[in-house]
Every structure is written in structure tokens, then in C-alpha cells.
């Protein structure tokens, strides 16, 4: 039997809840089932919506899963149900909803890829602020955090991706409407989390992810389809950067240029020349320019190319920008006149991308620096044939009339071929030798026009004009050898250095190195290959470029490519051009910092799994340091008073007697609430803490939490509204939050002033508030109040371990709530525990 091909995910994106995500879902539903598509409904939240529900009407529903946890029922998609169905596609909602406890995943997304590999299409709806990678933005935005994502690769990987997009004044007005929520909710949703400013920046995250998307599918279908030309249909502005003093002046002007279109990315690019010696490249400059970009918000890449115009257009191409900025020739008028200069050329093969020429101070002063000969480019050498075969002729045409002696006549043609040398190198500079030689035997040399040479001493002017002739090419044709190796070497130096600067600030990571090397080299596609063991198949661990290469056999057949073989499990493939035995080498230093890179990547995974065991293991050692006093305080105060009873030589007083169970009794309940703390907290770090999931009502747990507090309730004024919905909560746990909570406000709080707790709703959410005006806590430490054993502030170790607050954080996160921190206005703290509403 074949295999089943995966289906297609289709996901409509939306900035906030109420843009119309479930209802485009369903009205292309409706419509693919008029054109005969078998489309089911596999979940679908109307949220009390009568528009939506009614497009639900005729739609087949497969019936949900049904899960019992703690003693509470809830509903949840059945994946086994709808393989077993076998539909074309299936409607899933909320994308990053997390499953009840006991299902077999945790994410509603996992249960989406199991029908997705059974062969069958999935249409789901998402907001934007459950992307992982925007989780702290949009935390950071609306002051709730998200602890319901959906990793961005599977939403980037959908084969439809549609954006339900609405303006924040359109959406208020249907949340006003009571199109969103019901009535009783509206106020608070505007007042909340439905500000304007709160959607503004919600919708623009959603525009510019999506956009990035996009732009990531044009750029594979141009690679896909050959085609080299420039698409602006995202603005780039790439800045060349030559390392001289006008590079920060082309930066500036470079971003300001990017800056006039919002969304627009800027990319400063250094050619290493491999050809000649890069006299103007400073690196201090570099550096200086590189950070300077990267404040900026570029990015800063370095490429090697033989061709500094042709290697420009070729990055500009490749990152696919619409503009090109370039300093105004540092060259002097006469250098300029002679040739077009890098700033010319460029404008001429540029193409479709606008090049922008931008004067600096350093242009009428020139480079202020000798420029050397380099190495002998094809251009050169076609000049030194050229000048061996005009300019010999020539000379010989001057200096016949003018009847010089004939040592005269050989330094003159020595001058020539020297200066063929130096611009051609040694083969015309051979070449013009040996026509010099003839030249002067057959026009200069007695007898003339023969090749007989008269007097011997002739014989040997001629033979050492000859060799000295040739000895000055040798050496010119070296000298340029050398020059093209220092290049050379100065290159690879630049791009290790660019390496181990990559290493220095932290950019680590396989992708970005990998991205790195196919940029410097101009490749087609890099990538990491590993295997377990040499009968295995090898699989990819990173890639740049595309498409991926699958295995090192398969990179020959798609052009000129090469492979590194780092270890018996680990190589690196290029496919592209073909590099020379020093890129190679290069190449090979690449390679081990990849392997570097990918043991750095897999320890700190390693770390951050052990870090749990660490954590529990501080606090074990922690907590043994802790309870030896405070257990004993209360314990010695109990047994105090209970042996003081049981003395039959002293008469007590009624009163005594009182006083004495008095502190006995409170000494006990001080033992038993931190003996509780102490279990609680050792159970939720070893993760068997026993959570009982129901609905509740608020006043079902407020009041047993304030009596808790014994002689403490009378300082706790409760505020709840009437109609406050029930909320998913163990009533135990809660009440050991609340009445922790409570005992800590009401510690630090001035006898005037009661501990205020209130109690509202909002969306999904249903938040308690334990209120109090004391001194408050500054705004950096709001999160060190939440370790184990803290006491930020107390000067009194005998009170406890100091876990009352890290241990209600711990209950609420695992009733799925969150305990937060914030400054009371007019002075003081609250404690907000934030629960999911009951459905």
C-alpha cells in the first residue's frame, strides 16, 4: 500500500480576538462544501456568537473527546475520530489551545499534525500573540502573559497562510456592538485589553510577520525559478563599506534612506578583495562601522569576490534589495580619467537597483596613500602584450634618426621592458626582451640590418641586456605573486576574524553560522549533515539557502559544490561555485566552528533540562538549612506551654491557664501551616502535587480563607461583584493562596489600613486581587519576592522560611492560573491571581 501524503494547513491569522478568524473559517467551509468538498467540523468556539453559530448549520460535526480531570468534565477535539472519518478537511479552532490534562497531547497543535500526517487538510484560526516567537512583544503589549503558543516554524510552514485583518476603531465598535462579547463584559474589554494602542501594535506584530513571510516565499520562488532580476517589493538598501573614514557618513545616509519606508531593512556589506592588496580596508574602522550598523538595526555581512562591482550587484541580487549605496570616489581626477573606478561600474551593471553616489569629506583629498601594483589581473597582462607589441616598434621608429650610441639605445629598450614588466609581468616582459634583442641586433648593432654582431663586446651588452631584462620580470612576475598571496591571506584573515567575532558576541547558533559562510562565498546552499553511525542515513541539522542538501553524494549533480568531513558523524556540503585550496581552508575553519557551535547548542539544552534538578537541589539545601530554626521556634513555644500545664507544684490562674493553650494553640497552627508549606512546596517541585480542577465561586472559598486567618480577619475587607462568573480552580489550593497571601499583606500593612481584596472578570480570565498599602516593593524585585526562602526586606528570621509567596505562586500556576505583582496606586502591593473562567 502507498503512502499516505501529508495534508494541507491552512491557518487564518488575526491581531486580536473578534477580527472574523472563525467566521472566514467557516464561510470558506460553507463554500468548499456547495462545491462538494467533504469539509467536517472537528472544534469550533462560538463563543456565544449567534452570527457564528449559524454558519455552523449544515456543517457535519465529529463529536469531541470527551476528558475527565479532578473530578470536572470537559470536551476536546478527538483526532482518532476524525482519522477514522477520513474527511478531505477538517474545521480545528484555536490552534494554540492547551488540552486537558490526561489527553494525548498537550497542545490542540500536536493533535492538528497527527491529521496532517493521516493525509488530511486541516483549516485552523490563530492570534497573533500565541506565536512563540512574539510570546514576551505581545506580553510586553497587552500586560497578560501567554502561556499558549504554537512554534512559529509550523505556522511558517502552512501551505495558506490568510491574515483577517481589522482596524482597532472597527473593532472596538464591534466589541461595543456586543458582537464580541456579551454585554456585561463590553466596558471592561475596552478598558483593557481592547485599547486602541494595545490593537494598534497587535495588528502592525501581525502585518509584519506575515509580510516576513511573504517575503521568505518570493525569495524561494525567485531561487526556485532561476530568476535574477530585482523584485521591490520589500524595500533593502545595501551600503558598501570600503573600511575607509567616509563609512560612517554612508551608514547614516544609508539608514535615513531605509528609515523613509517603515519595514524597510538595511545591510552594510564589506568585499574582501582577493586579488590585490585592500589598501583603504582599516578594521578598526570596520568595527567602529559594523556596531554603528547594528545600532542602527542592520546587519552586517562580508563577502570575498575577485570583482568588487560585479561581487556588490551579486549580494545586492542575492538579498534581493532595491537600492544600493556607495561612497564618491576617493581617486584623484587624473585616476579617474583613466579608468571608471568601482563607484562607476557598479552603476553601470546595477541593473533594476537604484545606486546611490554619496560625497564625503574624503573626497578631494583622495586616499592619501601610494597604491602598490598588486597582483596581475587578465586586464594587465593583456595591457603588457599590448604595450610589448606597440610600443617596441615605436621606439625603434623614435630613436633610428637620432643616432645614439648603441649603450644608450639598450638602456632605453632595458626602460621599456622594465616598464612592460611591471604592468604585464614576466611573460611580456620576456617576450619585449627578446624583441629588443632582435631589434637593436637588426637596426642598431654593426653591421646594421643583419643579425651578425661585429665587435664581441656587443655581443655581451646585448646578452646582458637580455638577462637583465629578464631577471627584472622575474622578479616583478614574483613580487606580483606575493602581493596576490598577501591578499589573499589578508581575506581569510578578515573572514576568520569575522568568525571569531561571531563567536565573541554570542551569535552562535548553527543557523546563523551557516547563513554566514553561504553569504561570504556567494554559495547556493550550506548545509550540516550528521549521522549516528556510518550505516545510518544522514540528516540535516541546520541549512542555508536552498533547497537543503539531503546528502553529501548529492551535491556533485547540482554544479560546482564541496564537502568537509569535520568527524566520522558530522560534515558540512555547499553546493555553488567551486572554491580554491585557500577558500577551502577557510571553508574548513567554518566547519569546526559549526561542530563547535552544535555541541554549545546541545549543552546548553542539556543545561537548561538539568537546571530543574539543580533548582530542586538548592532548594533541598535551602530548606535543611531553613526548618532547623524555624521549625524548632514554634515547636519549643508549644511544648513550653504544654509542660508549664502539666507542672502540679504551680497553682495556675484561670487566666494563665488560657493564655498558656493560647499560645500553644497558635504555636500548633504556626507549626502545621509551615509544616503544610513545606510538604506542598517539596510536592510541587517533584511535580505529584495532587490538583483538583472544578468550577467555583468566588464566595465558595473567599470567606473560609478570611476565617483562616484567625485573629487576623478582622484587618480583611472583602469587595466582590454579585454576578462574578465561576472560575476552574481547586477550592483547597485556592483558599491555601488566598489566606497566604492575605496573612502577608495584612503584615505589612499600617493598623488604619485594611487589606482590600476585590474580585472581576475579564475575557477568559477571572481575577482575584488581595490589596494592601504598605511599603510596597520596588518594581526590579517583584519577581525575587517569588524565591523560595526570600524575605526581601525582613529583618525577622523568626516568622518562617519565607514561603508563603513562592509557594501561591506554585498552586496557581498549577491550577493553569498566574500570580502577579503590581504597585497599588497611592502606595502599597497587589497581588493579582489571574484563573481561567469556567466554561
Do not use: C
Amino acid at each position: 500500500m502507498g503512502s499516505t501524503s501529508r495534508g494541507r494547513l491552512r491557518v487564518y491569522l488575526g491581531a486580536a480576538p473578534g477580527v472574523g478568524k472563525t467566521y472566514a473559517m467557516l464561510s470558506e467551509a460553507r463554500r468548499a462544501k456547495e462545491r462538494g468538498r467533504d469539509v467536517v467540523v472537528g472544534h469550533v468556539e462560538t463563543h456565544g456568537r449567534d452570527q457564528v453559530a449559524r454558519l455552523l448549520d449544515g456543517l457535519e460535526t465529529v463529536p469531541g473527546r470527551t476528558v475527565v480531570h479532578r473530578g470536572a468534565t470537559f470536551t476536546e477535539l478527538d483526532a482518532d475520530a476524525i482519522i477514522a472519518r477520513r474527511p478531505k478537511a477538517v474545521l480545528v479552532d484555536e490552534l494554540a489551545h492547551t488540552n486537558t490534562p490526561g489527553s494525548r497531547h498537550a497542545k490542540r497543535w500536536q493533535d492538528v499534525q497527527d491529521i496532517l500526517d493521516a493525509g488530511i487538510d486541516v483549516i485552523s484560526t490563530l492570534n497573533i500573540q500565541h506565536l512563540e516567537s512574539l510570546r514576551d512583544v505581545a506580553e510586553q503589549i497587552t500586560g497578560l502573559p501567554q502561556r499558549e503558543t504554537v512554534p512559529d516554524d509550523l505556522v511558517r510552514r502552512a501551505d495558506r497562510l490568510e491574515l483577517v485583518d481589522m482596524s482597532p476603531e472597527a473593532l472596538r465598535r464591534r466589541l461595543a456592538h456586543g458582537n464580541v462579547y456579551p454585554p456585561e463584559r463590553v466596558d471592561a474589554a475596552l478598558a483593557n485589553y481592547f485599547r486602541v494602542g494595545n490593537l494598534s501594535a497587535l495588528r502592525e506584530l501581525a502585518l509584519l510577520w506575515v509580510a516576513d513571510r511573504v517575503d521568505r516565499q518570493l525569495i524561494a520562488y525567485r531561487a526556485d525559478h532561476d530568476i535574477a532580476g530585482t523584485w521591490e517589493a520589500r524595500e533593502r538598501v545595501v551600503v558598501a563599506l570600503t573600511g575607509g573614514p567616509e563609512g560612517d557618513t554612508l551608514v547614516r545616509r544609508a539608514a535615513r534612506i531605509a528609515a523613509r519606508t517603515k519595514g524597510a531593512d538595511l545591510l552594510a556589506v564589506h568585499v574582501t578583495r582577493a586579488d590585490a592588496l585592500s589598501t583603504a580596508s582599516d578594521p578598526a574602522n570596520l568595527a567602529r562601522q559594523r556596531r554603528l550598523v547594528e545600532d542602527l538595526g542592520g546587519t552586517y555581512h562580508q563577502v570575498v569576490g575577485d570583482d568588487i562591482p560585479r561581487a556588490l550587484i551579486a549580494f545586492a541580487d542575492g538579498v534581493n534589495a532595491s537600492q544600493l549605496v556607495l561612497g564618491a570616489s576617493r581617486r584623484g581626477r587624473l585616476a579617474q580619467l583613466l579608468t571608471r573606478g568601482v563607484g562607476m561600474t557598479t552603476a553601470t551593471l546595477s541593473g533594476s537597483i537604484d545606486v546611490h553616489m554619496v560625497p564625503h569629506e574624503a573626497v578631494s583629498g583622495g586616499s592619501g596613500r601610494p597604491q602598490p601594483g598588486g597582483a596581475l589581473t587578465r586586464r594587465r597582462k593583456s595591457a603588457g602584450w599590448a604595450l610589448t607589441l606597440a610600443a617596441m616598434p615605436a621606439l625603434t621608429a623614435v630613436i633610428a634618426p637620432l643616432d645614439l650610441s648603441l649603450p644608450s639605445e639598450i638602456l632605453l629598450f632595458l626602460l621599456l621592458v622594465v616598464g612592460v614588466a611591471l604592468v604585464g609581468g614576466m611573460w611580456p616582459a620576456l617576450t619585449a626582451a627578446v624583441l629588443a634583442f632582435g631589434l637593436l641586433n637588426w637596426f642598431f648593432t654593426p653591421p646594421v640590418h643583419t643579425l651578425t654582431i661585429a665587435e664581441p663586446e656587443n655581443v655581451l651588452s646585448l646578452a646582458i641586456f637580455v638577462l637583465v631584462a629578464a631577471m627584472v620580470s622575474t622578479v616583478v612576475d614574483l613580487a606580483a605573486r606575493r602581493s596576490r598571496e598577501a591578499a589573499r591571506s589578508r581575506a581569510d584573515a578578515e573572514v576568520l576574524a569575522t568568525l571569531a567575532g561571531h563567536v565573541l558576541r554570542g551569535e552562535s547558533a548553527v543557523a546563523s553560522l551557516l547563513g554566514r559562510l553561504r553569504e561570504t562565498f556567494a554559495l547556493t546552499a550550506v548545509t550540516l549533515l550528521e549521522r549516528d553511525d556510518p550505516s545510518d542515513d544522514w540528516r540535516i541539522v541546520a541549512t542555508s539557502g536552498g533547497p537543503p542538501i539531503t546528502t553529501p553524494n548529492h551535491t556533485r549533480p547540482h554544479g560546482g559544490s564541496d564537502v568537509v568531513t569535520i568527524d566520522n558523524r558530522l560534515v558540512l556540503a555547499t553546493r555553488g561555485r567551486l572554491l580554491d585550496a585557500s577558500d577551502r581552508r577557510v571553508l574548513e575553519a567554518f566547519a569546526a566552528e559549526a561542530a563547535v557551535a552544535l555541541r554549545q547548542e546541545r549543552l546548553r539544552e542539556a543545561a537548561e533540562r538539568a537546571e530543574p534538578l539543580a533548582e530542586a537541589d538548592r532548594m533541598r539545601t535551602a530548606l535543611l538549612a531553613a526548618v532547623g530554626h524555624d521549625l524548632r521556634t514554634p515547636l519549643a513555644s508549644a511544648m513550653a506551654s504544654v509542660e508549664s500545664l502539666r507542672n502540679t507544684d504551680i497553682i495556675w490562674s484561670d487566666d494563665d491557664r488560657a493564655e498558656l493553650l493560647a499560645t500553644a494553640g497558635e504555636s500548633l497552627i504556626k507549626l502545621n501551616r509551615l509544616v503544610s508549606n513545606l510538604l506542598d512546596m517539596s510536592r510541587l517541585q517533584a511535580g505529584v502535587l495532587g490538583v483538583t480542577l472544578r468550577p467555583v465561586a468566588v464566595e465558595d472559598v473567599l470567606p473560609r480563607a478570611i476565617d483562616d486567618l484567625g485573629p487576623l480577619r478582622d484587618r480583611v475587607r472583602s469587595d466582590v461583584l454579585a454576578d462574578l462568573p465561576e472560575f476552574q480552580a481547586d477550592p483547597a489550593l485556592l483558599e491555601r493562596v488566598l489566606v497566604n497571601l492575605m496573612a502577608n499583606a495584612v503584615r505589612y500593612s499600617p493598623e488604619a489600613e485594611p487589606v482590600l481584596v476585590t474580585a472581576s472578570w475579564h475575557g477568559e480570565r477571572v481575577e482575584l486581587r488581595v490589596i494592601d498599602r504598605g511599603p510596597g516593593i520596588p518594581t526590579e524585585a517583584h519577581e525575587r519576592v517569588f524565591m523560595p526562602f526570600q524575605r526581601l526586606g525582613d529583618r525577622d528570621n523568626h516568622t518562617g522560611v519565607g514561603l508563603g509567596l513562592a509557594l501561591s505562586r506554585g498552586l496557581t500556576e498549577a491550577m493553569g492560573g498566574t500570580l502577579l505583582p503590581e504597585d497599588t496606586p497611592g502606595g502599597g502591593l497587589t497581588m493579582t491571581v489571574s484563573l481561567r473562567r469556567a466554561l
